[in-house]
């Protein structure tokens, strides 16, 4: 009987290894029987289960036991503690040499000065890059099937692969997001597949397994590095610089297959065109002609864009690389329904992903010598178009809050940007930058495009339809004060963020102060607070003298008094001095009321701030990336806790336990009608309601607010319209991202804490809001020429001139901030943070 069952599991095996390789590889026949394949580790057939993260890492360490072509490396950990695993895949005689094979490919992005040897012999680097988004899992088996041909291959070709490459399989770049999808599409398959696109499978439950742990995209985090999977990512980019970067994606499921180009006219105007037409054309035919092998159909050139550089599959662009997007039709679980008349199964997409993937690395390596040369006279250009720019070098720094400027300094370094301590007092466009506070990037660099990339906006666009965002200097993101400069600064180059200056705090035994100005101010406060003391807030500027000296303050500025708390006058010193260097920001004792200028201390400006309850509602209708925003702000910035309730459960909660109701970007249709008379008694009786984004639309419709707005896209043009033309004169007016000026009411406690009344802000909407009549409603407002950078159409600024960003509005004893633009947008925006920590600190005083 024994031997019956083990002669069954044998002929099982040999079935599935038989099928697998035939479907997975029907050109290949010679591989290494020592090298286990997938399908013989996991015991399943690819394509017949969605593999979880931790078997694939495990998978991906037998390949680096059992082959001496393949090496794992652990470079970093996600939010939930998954490791972030990538395989350097070729020949053991290169393995040897990696190092000095590393140091001599990076001189082809130094151009002409490279110290070069034998440039067409340097193995091409390719890295193929898999499952940014988590529920497009395809991809992530496909990854399995690459790394294992890669290493168990006998065939002529793989030797020359081998010998003349570098291969790089990151296999999951979203483990957290994977493994959400994963558990859920294996928890609802049955052993009967069901192909009906309603069945539970097929549909997630909120938030889906797209995104990452804080419900971020990272396929647009590779330029704001707000997570920390990209940031460990982008560190080990930058040791490599790729030649080939592949970005595998999935889309809808009546769609066949997409490969590069993009469609024409959508491509990044600091990238060489050569990039967009020879490079991505030759890989084009390969990739045809590869999908015609296996007779599945496909697009290329019509759609996608390769305009934002913070994607994965156009960031290496703009490093002298070829960076690949495809996009292979969903099946959403293992097989779904398509309007094409077939059923489209997973196994069907991995295959695709595959054959490109294996395509990709033969066309690169036939092009070894053409890529390399590409890569060095990318950064030669580069260098000659620095040259000539009549921009030496961009100065900036923010005096009154050293820490966001730190923080972009940090950015900057992890992109690999050259950044200069400013050792001279610069004025530039009514801008004073001081010696050893502020800070310059060289154009001169050979990351020149990069620098362009932070510094420089964008105006002029060959195309009026764009897939995301059309901005994307950050340093206006960041809200950092910055001006352009013919000739460069004396300064000496640094090389790691630098250190807070900030002194430890003395003892008072009468109270303290801290600048609210500084970003990390409101870390500090609920700090404080959290350790149960009693704080004020300053609802006017003053000035008073510190130990420092004479220090001026802006308002919403936080005084602890030492008396009347409920510890001893030691502990509050300890609580003190543990919060200034926890946040890193001076916080003053002081010895009196007495101020130089402006309200005393003992005055009423100085007014109670009690410690925030934020709840944020969540769930369906809700974007979980406006609430994952949100929750990353909260939770990695102000290190203060967020209550996140499902609109399902909300009639449950007791609101009273509460003194910030937020509600991120969304519907909430489900809301009932109890739970908006809950949401309405509350905000008379003190509460403090938050809403972001597009959300005001329903305080409108359930009258929680009176805002009165336009969201009427402009009319067709009277005159006849070709039927093909409708859709690009419609869509135009569709705002994809931009970055505007507006000025910023700063006396307003919502903007408290801001020293100019121009601000710049993220738009992706076209809601234009009125001014409401209350003379103080309209704390920011769009200015008479609003557009900073980005595309929108000459209609759309009409109506954005002078409309409403942040609106302040009263209700009973308690008031309503509304964000039409959300100040928090991909984790990246500073400069508009402080905005949203203003509402939840001060908006139950306003």
């Known amino acids: 009987m024994k031997k019956t069952i083990f002669l ?9 290894s038989t099928g697998q390789s035939d479907y997975y590889f029907p050109s290949a026949k010679e591989f290494n029987n020592k090298v286990t394949s997938p399908w013989e580790y996991l015991g399943y057939n690819i394509g017949n289960h969605h593999t979880r993260y931790d078997l694939i890492v495990d998978y ?19 939010e939930e503690l998954r490791p972030q695993i990538i395989l350097t895949i070729t020949s053991p ?12 490919h990076l001189e082809l992005a130094k151009g002409n000065k490279g110290k070069i040897s034998g440039q067409d012999d340097i193995p091409v680097i390719i890295q193929l890059g898999f499952n940014v988004h988590g529920n497009e899992a395809s991809g992530g088996e496909a990854s399995l099937l690459a790394a294992y041909y890669l290493a168990a291959s006998e065939e002529d070709e793989m030797r020359i692969i081998l010998e003349n490459s ?32 309603s069945d539970r499978e097929h549909s997630e439950d909120w938030p889906g397994g797209r995104t990452n742990h804080y419900w971020f995209d990272l396929n647009r985090d590779w330029l704001p590095l707000s997570q920390v999977e990209s940031r460990n990512r982008i560190k080990r980019y930058h040791k490599w610089l790729p030649n080939v970067i592949t970005d595998h994606h999935e889309m809808g499921t009546n769609s066949t297959f997409f490969f590069e180009p ?63 997007l495809f996009e292979q039709a969903s099946s959403r679980g293992l097989v779904q329904e398509t309007d094409l008349g077939y059923d489209l199964k997973y196994r069907l997409g991995i295959r695709n992903q595959l054959f490109a993937a294996l395509t990709t690395v033969r066309t690169a390596v036939s092009k070894q010598a053409m890529l390399n040369d590409y890569m060095r006279r990318f950064y030669n250009d580069a260098l000659i178009e620095a040259k000539k720019d009549p921009i030496e070098a961009y100065v900036f720094g923010d005096i009154n809050d050293p820490n966001r400027t730190r923080y972009f300094i940090e950015l900057l370094l992890m992109h690999g940007i050259e950044v200069w301590r400013n050792n001279e007092d610069i004025t530039k466009d009514g801008l004073k930058f001081t010696a050893g506070e502020s800070w310059f990037v060289p154009t ?54 630098p250190e807070a200056d900030i002194t430890e705090p003395g003892y008072s035994d009468y109270g303290y102060i801290f600048n609210w100005s500084d970003y990390n101010a409101a870390r500090a406060l609920y700090y404080i607070q959290d350790k149960g003391l009693r704080t004020r807030a300053a609802w006017d500027q003053f000035s008073i003298e510190t130990p420092g000296g004479l220090k ?59 410690k925030p309850e934020v709840l944020m509602l969540t769930g369906d209708g809700v974007s979980s990336s406006s609430a994952g925003a949100l929750w990353h702000l909260f939770d990695t910035r102000l290190v203060m806790p967020v209550t996140k309730v499902d609109i399902s459960r909300f009639n449950r909660i007791n609101l009273n336990d509460y003194t910030t109701l937020l509600l991120p970007s969304g519907g909430y249709n489900n809301l009932s009608e109890q739970g908006i008379k809950k949401i309405n008694e509350w905000i008379i009786n003190g509460g403090n309601l938050i809403s972001i984004g597009y959300t005001f639309r329903y305080l409108v419709n359930s009258k929680i607010a009176n805002v009165k707005f336009d969201s009427r896209r402009p009319d067709l043009p009277s005159e006849r319209i070709d039927y093909d033309k409708i859709r690009q004169e419609t869509r135009k007016h569709s705002i994809g991202g931009i970055f505007c000026e507006a000025d910023l009411d700063i006396s307003h406690p919502l903007g408290f804490g801001y020293n100019d009344r121009k601000i710049t802000v993220y ?84």
């Open 8 to 16: 069954f599991v044998l002929a099982s095996i040999c079935l599935i």
């Open 60 to 78: 991906m360490k037998t390949l680096s036991e059992q082959s001496d072509r393949v090496d794992l490396e652990i470079f970093g950990y996600t």
């Open 93 to 104: 005689s290169i393995r040897k040499n990696l190092e000095e094979i590393k140091i001599n």
């Open 166 to 197: 570098i291969i790089f399989i990151e296999p999951v770049l979203n483990p957290d997001g994977r493994d959400r999808f994963a558990s859920w599409a294996n928890m609802n398959r049955g052993n009967t597949p069901v192909s009906d696109p």
């Open 262 to 324: 993009t469609k024409k006219g959508s491509e990044n105007p600091i990238v060489t065109s050569e990039n967009y037409t020879t490079l991505n054309n030759l890989f084009a035919k390969e990739f045809a002609e590869a999908l015609n092998e296996i007779n599945h159909y496909y697009d290329s050139g019509s759609s996608f864009d390769n305009l934002y550089p913070g994607y994965g599959s156009s960031y290496g662009d703009v490093h002298g690389g070829l960076a690949l």
């Open 444 to 497: 001169k660099q050979s990351q020149y495009k990069m620098v362009k990339t932070m510094f420089e906006t964008s105006l002029n666009f060959n195309d009026s339809l764009f897939y995301d965002a059309t901005a994307w200097a950050l340093v206006y993101s960041y809200g950092i004060p910055f001006a352009a400069l013919e000739k460069i600064a004396g300064g000496e180059r640094i090389s790691k963020i």
């Open 552 to 610: 001026e303050f802006s308002r919403g500025s936080v005084f602890i008094p030492v008396q009347y708390q409920d510890v001893s006058l030691k502990e509050v010193h300890n609580i003190i001095v543990e919060a200034a260097l926890l946040t890193e920001i001076n916080i003053f004792p002081i010895t009196g009321s007495v101020t130089a200028a402006g309200p005393w201390i003992g005055n009423g400006s100085f007014r109670a701030i009690k």
């Open 763 to 846: 738009r992706n909407h076209n809601l234009f809001v009125e001014k409401d009549e209350g003379a103080a409603s309209n704390v920011m407002v769009y200015t008479n020429h609003p557009l900073i950078s980005g595309f929108i159409t000459a209609e759309n600024i009409e109506k954005m001139k002078n409309s409403v960003s942040l609106m302040s509005l009263s209700k009973g004893r308690g008031n309503i901030c509304i964000f039409v633009d959300d100040p928090v947008f991909r984790g990246c925006w500073y400069g508009t943070n402080k905005l949203l920590m203003n509402a939840v600190f001060f908006g139950p005083e306003i």
